[in-house]
């Protein structure tokens, strides 16, 4: 007798289904399950087989769940009631809105299409969104890249055909020295922390160089506190030290490198600093062997480096090499003259130019594989240099990135450490062609007519600019014209600013994705939102229409005129795909999805989807039948199945074919989507072993890049240190050609268009007085958060609800600083009023904070007095987004000279102390209305599975 036994269930199911998808909390697009129970969505978990993550969850991907149930996400499309700004709308049905935006944009199309400004923001689906613009017949597109890396992306695309990131990645099983360049912690989130503790566990060398000491610099080896806009000048002196001290891969340059290319030397001549070519336009090296000139990419010619040879005629040549070498070697680059400008010790800069070269040449490696190169010889393993690098925005930011990201590949050519073992490695579909073959169109724009090729492209000339016989510009950001030429990104952040100014002229319509450009994707925010609100003397706004696709209720959206909502990233169809910006893995390529976890109960519609839509209702060519019916009447995922970009190349490589059974090319396959679910939504080709290395002159691998649409032919890639497409420019700029400059711009270009890597200061600084300005002031984004959308996830704004000003200790106490203390922040464009901090691991020139946390009052259903409107705050109201000078005088867009890249780390203040007053940052702006059909976000912050209650979006974590 007694009592029943407890029944304790010790195993309580946590779900009753898993779903694969790709998480999109940040730009790594990791590979995710998704637990469910009851429908609701319970637990995200990282996928332990995906290539990008292994299993790996960073704090975001884990707070997706937040992001799903925000009570900031937007319910139904919305027509703006009142005044543009104050988030007055109604609701109105799907129908009436794509009535009114078809309207909108048939009638630009039918007139003059450039005249709809088409940008999107941390956009995935850019093959997509680009091609949509391409159709329409617009040149006036881009994504957030010109805001954010096309720096790097453009210096590596020009010189060793990818770049870091997305194109290529250290080699993190094999490395021994990893040098790491201003790389914020959101960005390549896990990838980088499970490569860092690779490196840890195997006792490597990790050197991070970022006037910060955050993140991943706090985790070094050895930090690198240098002065913000100098690295350039820094990886130049090491180049310096290695020349003296004869530390280079000759080897390495002469087979896989232009360094015996012979250049012109003719100066005043209209060919000066061209290559010599022969008879065929090859170009030419003198033979050691032969003792003549020969075509410079024959394989079995021994190419000079060094001397001065005789061309035909009374001209002259020298190697690549030699003007490197007598650049580089020059006493200005040497690390006792560079230190002081960079803030780093002399011996420093020297001890790790030994460091370097010590791990390259005497801790070489090799990776036995049998493999042949483009020329037919067989070897029978990959000789490797240990050496890898990686650089990112904070390179980026200034006005000589592309410089100096230009000079970090060179180093790395140098020590022959470019996709070789344990080096830096490309991520399949690259390396591709230098520069990539296409170029940008939109030098004709007719009304209802596509454009002739891709929006953005790679210049490789002043004749592929876009500009007309006046030199106008003819895209709306000025991208492409002399002003930015190899803007292959765009120039999103002069978008607003020319737009409102008719400069180069008006438009008609401004559509936005995912795009915070009424906040932190804008440089100079207060007047961007004063643009945004302007009328003309008739009383009309001077940007007509704004039309804006989101998912939540962000800042931008207050100034739509129609508002089309998007779903969360876990209620959609997408598609990561290697027409874009693939998950490859170096060795192996590979591409994803993202399918629907679960459906959406709101109104809401699938942004891709409803752009196919428009383009069916707009007849664009590619996107209707002959019979005028939609094409892909499916939305997204009826395009991702179907489209053919070229006959056999689709947004997905895998399961191709009508059995399935191809990849790469292949006709579509109707059931493909349902492969990919099969396999937790991504595909993934291993190369071969002796495909893995030396991409750029692999047979074995470029036969496949081939066959597979990555490349157009399968010959060799040969990596440019000597880049002939800039000295074009630059010879524009000195009188030649055709196509020359305008005459104010002329110093600009001959000074920017150096072809090989060169160190300026950064723009601002040469333009105010360094006394009154005297301080660095830049951003750091951190690891726990990505998009703007991040300080409203109730999960991750209770690790950071706020920022403050860091200021480095000795600093705060020479201007008499402490914690806490208010200070005004002064630039040459305005002022801000925030908090400080002081903190040690700091540059003692600069100051900094977390970018995109403060947020209007209002926005993203935050309460008007969160803590991230009432203590958080943008740089962003301090930075120009014009370089300094006075109204009227033609002033140049605040960027990159070479690439238009948004030099927003270029930034100069001094701060002064003030008092406390009311306790709240300033700017602070009018509170924004909580639009039409979003309810008050609850005041308790909590998750349940079972009820998934909403999260709190007002008060502050406490
Ligand atoms: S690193 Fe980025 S993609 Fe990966 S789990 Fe974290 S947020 Fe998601």
Not at 135 to 153: E, I, K, L, R, W
Not at 178 to 187: I, R, S, T, Y
Not at 356 to 369: M, P, Y
Not at 470 to 484: M, N, Q, V, Y
Request: charged share 25%; with cysteine; proline share 7%.
């Amino acid at each position: 007798m007694g009592l029943p036994e407890p029944v304790v269930d010790l195993s309580p199911s946590v779900n009753d289904a898993v779903k694969a998808t790709t998480c999109y909390m940040c730009a790594c697009r990791c590979g995710i399950k998704v637990h469910l129970k009851n429908g609701k969505i319970r637990y995200i978990e990282g996928n332990r087989d995906h290539p990008v993550n292994k299993g790996v969850l960073c704090g975001k991907g884990s707070a997706g769940i937040m992001q799903h149930y925000s009570p900031a996400r937007l319910r139904k499309p919305l027509k703006r009631v009142g005044g543009r700004g104050k988030a007055e709308f109604e609701e109105i049905e799907w129908d009436e809105a794509l009535t009114i935006a078809t309207q909108w944009l048939g009638d630009i199309r039918d007139t003059d299409p450039k005249k709809l400004a088409f940008f999107t923001g941390r956009d995935q689906s850019q093959s997509l969104t680009g091609w949509w613009a391409q159709q329409f017949g617009t040149p006036n597109y881009a994504a957030h890249g010109g805001f954010c890396s096309v720096n790097m992306a453009a210096a590596g695309l020009y010189t060793i055909g990818g770049s870091f990131w997305e194109f290529g990645e250290p080699d993190w099983e094999r490395t021994k020295y990893f040098l790491m360049f201003g790389v914020a912690e959101d960005h390549d989130s896990n990838p980088i922390k499970t490569g860092i503790s690779k490196l840890k566990a195997r006792g490597a060398k990790f050197v991070s160089v970022n006037p910060v000491r955050t993140g991943y610099s706090a985790v070094a080896d050895e930090w690198v506190g240098i002065r913000p806009g100098t690295d350039g000048l820094f990886v130049i002196a090491l180049i310096h030290e290695l020349l003296h001290a004869g530390k280079v891969d000759t080897d390495y340059l002469v087979r896989y490198t232009n360094a015996g290319w012979l250049v012109i030397d003719a100066p005043g001549t209209a060919d000066h600093g061209l290559f010599a070519r022969g008879k065929k336009g090859e170009q030419l090296s003198f033979d050691r062997k032969s003792g003549k000139l020969a075509d410079a990419r024959l394989p079995d010619i021994a190419p000079a480096l060094s001397g001065r040879y005789k061309l035909s005629g009374k001209r002259y040549a020298v190697p690549v090499f030699q003007l490197l070498a007598e650049r580089y070697g020059d006493e200005k680059y040497s690390p006792d003259s560079v230190a002081k400008t960079c803030g780093v010790a002399a011996d420093d800069i020297r001890r790790i130019a030994a460091e370097l070269a010590d791990v390259a040449f005497n801790q070489a490696i090799a990776v036995e594989a049998e493999w042949t190169d483009w020329a037919g010889r067989k070897h029978d393993k990959f000789i490797g240099r240990p050496v890898a690098m990686h650089a990112m925005r904070g390179i980026s930011a200034h006005s000589n990135g592309f410089h100096t990201c230009r000079a970090i590949h060179l180093l790395q050519l140098l020590l022959g450490s470019v996709e070789c073992p344990g080096g830096f490695r490309f991520k399949p579909p690259y390396p591709k062609p230098i520069p990539p073959a296409h170029k940008p169109a939109g030098k004709t724009v007719a009304a209802n007519t596509p454009l002739d090729g891709p929006v953005l492209g790679y210049v490789q000339g002043p004749e592929d600019l876009l500009v007309n016989d006046a030199g106008t510009p003819l895209r709306i950001d000025k991208a492409f014209s002399w002003e930015a030429p190899l803007a292959a990104h765009g120039m999103m952040h002069m978008v607003i600013a020319n737009a409102w100014a008719g400069d180069p002229y008006p438009i008609d319509t401004l559509f936005l994705y995912m795009a915070n450009m009424a906040w932190n994707s804008s440089m100079n925010t207060s007047a961007v939102i004063d643009m945004l609100t302007d009328k003309d003397a008739d009383g009309n706004y001077r940007i007509p229409h704004i039309i804006h696709s989101d998912a939540y209720f962000s800042e931008t959206v207050a100034y739509a005129d129609l508002v089309l909502p998007d779903t969360t990233y876990l209620e959609r169809w997408d598609c990561i795909s290697l027409l874009d910006r693939p998950i490859s893995h170096a060795d192996a390529p590979a591409d994803a999805i993202r399918q629907p976890v679960v459906e959406p109960d709101r109104d809401v519609r699938a942004f891709q989807s409803v752009l196919l839509d428009l383009g069916a209702r707009l007849g664009l060519p590619g996107m209707v039948n002959d019979d005028g019916r939609a094409k892909y009447p499916g939305g997204y995922p009826d395009y991702i199945v179907n489209h053919e970009r070229s006959p056999g190349i689709g947004p997905l490589a895998g399961w191709r074919g009508a059995k399935g059974g191809d990849i790469g090319r292949g006709a579509p396959n109707p059931r493909q989507l349902e492969a990919y679910v099969a396999h937790d939504c991504f595909w993934k080709q291993e190369l071969a072993p002796g495909q893995r290395f030396f991409k750029f002159a692999n047979k074995g691998y470029l036969e496949f890049a081939r066959q597979m649409g990555f490349v157009g032919t399968a010959d060799p890639i040969v990596l440019q240190l000597y880049s002939e497409p800039l000295q074009k420019f630059r010879l524009a700029a000195e009188g030649h050609g055709k196509m020359q400059p305008p005459e104010d711009m002329r110093a600009r270009l001959r000074e920017a268009f150096d072809p090989l890597p060169v160190w300026h200061p950064p723009l601002e600084e040469g333009l105010i007085d360094g006394n009154e300005y005297p301080l660095h002031a830049i951003t750091q984004r951190p690891m726990i958060m990505y998009h703007s959308w991040g300080s409203q996830n109730a999960w991750l704004r209770q690790i950071i609800d706020r920022n403050h000003l860091y200021i480095a200790t000795t600093k705060a106490s020479e201007l008499g600083l402490a914690d806490d203390d208010w200070v005004r922040v002064v630039s040459h464009v305005g002022s801000i009023k925030v908090q400080v901090r002081t903190m040690d691991g700091l540059n003692p020139d600069t100051v900094w904070t977390w970018n995109a946390i403060g947020k209007r009052a209002g926005a993203w259903n935050l309460a008007p007095d969160a803590p991230e409107a009432r203590q958080g705050f943008l740089l962003n109201h301090l930075i120009g987004e014009l370089l300094p000078g006075k109204a009227g005088q033609g002033r140049l867009s605040n960027s990159d000279p070479v690439t238009g890249q948004a030099a927003w780390f270029d930034l100069r203040v001094r701060i002064e102390k003030c008092a406390a007053g009311d306790g709240v940052t300033k700017p602070q702006f009018e509170p924004l209305h909580r639009p039409a059909g979003l309810a008050p976000a609850p005041s308790i912050s909590r998750f349940d599975a079972g009820k998934c209650e909403r999260v709190t979006a007002g008060g502050s974590r406490r």
